[in-house]
């Protein structure tokens, strides 16, 4: 009965923190720049007052990603340094009972923290996201390059859109290269330019282009028109038509469901860049989700202190994981982007070493 009365103490106590916490980063985050942004946007007359009040909530899935994980970790920062403080963590030891008993009504709202944080960042936020350009009015990019290539990886074309929206392809610019094995190097043999290209779920078909000879020397040796010109046939072009529709969004634009189909898709036709960028995001959002449990250890860890020990040691060394966390990861995204690191080692690292952390800090302060 006394283990139940203390994590049902050691919950309400955390779980109340954590959410003074994520309701204070959130607002703290927004007032700076969202939302004097907003404010002067509808003075201005440009957004009207419905307008400014949907903006605000589907920014809310955006913020509320990252305070979730902040929130948890400052929360049981503080609540471990007033039971510490309070000698209530001493009182609790020397029942007998252990640290990691202690701390298992915050590894339980961890987890239940981690799966919100997970629907939010793979459901609400693709949603929200989506939604915010449609209320802004603001365009998406509708260019788009597909690279086709040999089965020995070199490059035997390139596909450049320079329009296209669900039901047209426009002003696309097709670059030939030589076969790499009979000229030693990958030289352009022509261009076409075409104002439309028709697609049938079979084909990419140009149609009135002009067609641009290259010699093996670098020179315009000829220009013809061509009609009903097949440029991409079969999976190849079912997989570019894909891809071009899912290149005008961001990652956190697209649901768990779709974001694997275009990693799929990026794979099949070789698109490594793209393909370990996007992969590194998929896995980053299962790590940031886990994220909440690793700092919630860990601010339980950091907030434990002896009586004379200082308060600001824990707080100081959470704000430097918060900052170096998410400050670094652009960083692991164009490691993996660059295949310097894979996806999956580019994703792992900061939650392996946070993990490194919690034992170093465990054994340092001897719980």
């Not at 915050?106 to 459901?123: A, D, E, H, P, W």
Request: net charge positive; hydrophobic share 45%.
């Amino acid at each position: 009965m006394k283990l139940k009365l203390l994590d049902k103490y050691v919950l309400s106590q955390v779980f109340l923190a954590s959410f003074a916490c994520i309701f204070i980063f959130m607002i703290v985050w927004i007032m700076p720049e969202l939302l004097l942004k907003t404010v002067q946007r509808t003075i201005n007359g440009t957004y009207s007052i419905e307008m400014a009040a949907s903006i605000l909530i589907y920014e809310m899935p955006k913020v509320l990603n990252i305070a979730l994980p902040v929130g948890i970790l400052l929360g049981t920062i503080l609540t471990f340094d007033k039971l510490s403080k309070d000698s209530e963590i001493t009182i609790f030891r020397s029942c007998g009972i252990p640290f990691h008993r202690i701390i298992a009504p915050v590894v339980l709202l961890s987890i239940f923290v981690m799966g919100l944080t997970f629907v939010v960042g793979s459901k609400f936020l693709p949603y929200s996201a989506n939604k915010l350009k449609d209320i802004k009015g603001e365009s998406r990019s509708s260019q788009f390059v597909f690279p086709v290539k040999n089965e020995d990886d070199s490059m035997d074309k390139i596909l450049i859109v320079s329009n296209f929206d669900e039901n047209n392809i426009r002003n696309v610019i097709v670059l030939n290269f030589y076969d790499s094995h009979t000229t030693g190097s990958s030289l352009l043999s022509s261009i076409f330019v075409s104002d439309f290209v028709k697609y049938d779920y079979k084909s990419w078909t140009i149609n009135n282009a002009k067609k641009y000879l290259i010699s093996e020397s670098g020179i315009f040796s000829q220009i013809d028109e061509t009609r009903n010109l097949p440029i991409l046939e079969g999976s190849s072009a079912q997989n570019a038509y894909k891809l071009m529709q899912y290149s005008i969004y961001r990652d956190r634009e697209l649901t768990n469901s779709q974001i694997s189909e275009y990693i799929k898709l990026l794979k099949q036709e070789r698109m490594d860049d793209e393909y370990r960028f996007m992969l590194n995001k998929y896995i980053q959002r299962f790590t940031h989700s886990f994220m909440c449990v690793i700092f919630a250890v860990l601010g339980a860890i950091l907030g434990f202190s002896k009586p004379r020990e200082q308060k600001f040691i824990g707080m100081l060394i959470a704000v430097c994981v918060i900052f170096l966390y998410y400050i670094t990861i652009p960083f692991f995204d164009l490691l993996a982007e660059k295949a310097i690191l894979s996806p999956i080692v580019a994703s792992l690292i900061v939650p392996i070493s946070a993990i490194v952390l919690i034992f170093v800090l465990k054994k340092s302060k001897d719980l």
